[in-house]
């Protein structure tokens, strides 16, 4: 069974591991240098055109042959939304 944990109890786990996070960075070096950090713009950057509607991100997108379709971009999001009809056409 699980105990219920504080809020306090909680700040202070995810305190620690920010603070862990934070050492374990600055001692492996994952901060890049000052010196390392360009002004210059990227040479392999790519524009992907967008649509935003009702606070979400739709992109044009197709799969080998199909018709282009909306899809939504949702990084947080674990299940498909593509249609049945879209991925067998």
Do not use: C, Q
């Amino acid at each position: 069974m699980l105990h219920p944990v504080s809020k306090r109890t909680r700040a202070r786990w995810l305190w620690l591991a920010t603070l862990t996070l934070l050492l374990e960075w600055s001692v492996n070096g994952a901060v890049p240098d000052a010196k390392t950090i360009s002004d210059e713009p990227a040479t392999n950057t790519v524009r992907v055109p967008f649509e935003f509607v009702s606070g979400r991100i739709l992109v044009s997108a197709r799969v080998n042959h199909s018709p282009p379709a909306s899809v939504m971009i949702d990084t947080g999001y674990s299940v498909n939304m593509l249609s049945r009809e879209l991925v067998d056409s």
